[in-house]
């Protein structure tokens, strides 16, 4: 697989300024949106397909921890012995990782696995995004304002196929997040147990396993996530959220029933940025970026701008001055073209056509483009992510089997 651009390692080549030279997730063959195909395939749901290259199993549990990304892992064995362990046994021996998908944000990503779709086909392509129908931001992961989740996405989710073909299937989270339009339309299908703590959630996605001769388990925890936007990934605070997930992943590994497999991976990896001017572009304070600009959507490493009508070419045109050596620039098409949204010769669905920027801007340095004003709880955060870079797009896929 070729790597991506790591943040941080200085690189201002002018080749950048092409959006066909970002790495773009590997759509089809090793990312988020083949991991659910690819287990229900092997469970013997019909019409699913398998992207990746995994040994079926009876019973299969995901473990999907926000915001641990491979890189992040990689560099911590001290603080997850058992999962580091992991990595040069699981996926054949490789310990390959595999991609998020573009934008690597939570409710991008939860969206591609819970569906099997690219971004560019169930529709959640960003953070905040523009509704076509109304002209306002989307917030995807907030979902504000209300929309109706089954119009925005229609699709069914592999959790329903599973289900409807027989396959005792659940989903074991936080108990908040139960009837959350991102669950409905993401992760819905089977079973929904609300359970508080992660060691609850452990023990009782090991005995949702055992309940099927055929079971599809999933389960979430968020708060390396949290940790990591609120203090970093380089604080005391992340670090002991990774060694709690790890306690964790060994407490459920160590209860697998006969004939299961875990699969423990994440929806993006995450980098921190300094707070200074150069780091941290300030859009409401900016007005050479802002001037033709409507809308400014997304998050600081993965801006959808949205122009003024008749004023995309020149927007394109300033962003690509102003960042071309610091961020890929690529027009609608161009982001489209470049496999940013879906596979090589991916069309999005119409529906979504409109929600992806006029310009699409994606970190390939230490730089995002913040808004105090407007977005003063984002900008505030220490951990960032979204972008194509190794340290945001790359994820682990670990694997236990019993």
């Not at 060691?199 to 055929?214: C, N, T």
């Not at 304070?285 to 995309?312: F, I, M, Q, S, T």
């Not at 960032?384 to 340290?391: E, K, P, Q, Y």
Request: glycine share 12%; net charge negative; proline share 7%.
């Amino acid at each position: 697989m070729a790597q991506p651009a790591t943040a941080g390692s200085g690189w201002h080549d002018p080749e950048l300024l092409d959006p066909r030279s970002a790495p773009a997730p590997e759509y089809g063959t090793g990312s988020l949106a083949e991991l659910l195909p690819t287990v229900a395939a092997g469970l013997g749901v019909p019409g699913l397909s398998a992207g990746l290259r995994l040994e079926p199993a009876d019973r299969v549990c995901v473990f999907l921890v926000d915001g641990l990304g491979w890189e992040q892992l990689k560099s911590h064995p001290d603080e997850a012995p058992f999962l580091t362990g992991l990595l040069a046994s699981s996926r054949g021996g490789t310990g390959a990782p595999i991609t998020a998908g573009f934008p690597s944000t939570t409710a991008t990503s939860l969206a591609s696995v819970g569906t099997g779709l690219p971004p560019g086909a169930h529709g959640l392509s960003g953070y905040t995004v523009r509704d076509p129908d109304t002209g306002a931001l989307m917030n995807q992961l907030r979902w504000k304002p209300w929309t109706d989740p089954h119009v925005w996405q229609p699709y069914p989710t592999v959790f329903q196929l599973a289900d409807g073909a027989g396959v005792h299937t659940c989903q074991v989270s936080a108990p908040d997040f139960r009837d959350t339009p991102l669950t409905k339309v993401a992760l819905s299908g089977g079973t929904f147990h609300g359970r508080l703590s992660g060691e609850e959630r452990m023990d009782f996605s090991a005995e949702q396993l055992a309940a099927g001769g055929r079971s599809l388990v999933y389960t979430y925890y968020s708060e390396v996530d949290g940790k990591g936007h609120r203090f970093g990934v380089d604080s005391d605070a992340w670090r002991g959220q990774l060694m709690y997930v790890d306690r964790l992943a060994q407490r459920l590994a160590e209860q697998l029933p006969s004939r299961s497999v875990l699969y423990v991976t994440a929806d993006h990896g995450m980098i921190d940025l300094p707070f200074d001017p150069e780091s941290r572009i300030d859009f409401d304070e900016d007005w050479e970026l802002g001037a033709g600009v409507a809308l400014l959507g997304g998050e600081g490493r993965a801006r959808h701008v949205y122009a003024v009508p008749g004023a995309a070419a020149d927007v394109a045109a300033v962003w690509r001055e102003v960042l071309g050596d610091r961020m890929w620039v690529a027009d609608r098409d161009e982001a489209i073209e470049a496999g940013w949204f879906g596979p090589p010769g991916f069309s999005p669905d119409e529906r979504v056509y409109g929600r992806i920027g006029d310009v699409v801007a994606a970190a390939c340095d230490d730089i995002a483009i913040v808004a105090s004003q407007t977005e003063p709880h984002e900008s505030a955060m220490v951990g960032l992510h979204g972008s194509m870079t190794a340290v945001e797009q790359l994820v682990p896929l670990l694997e236990v089997r019993t």
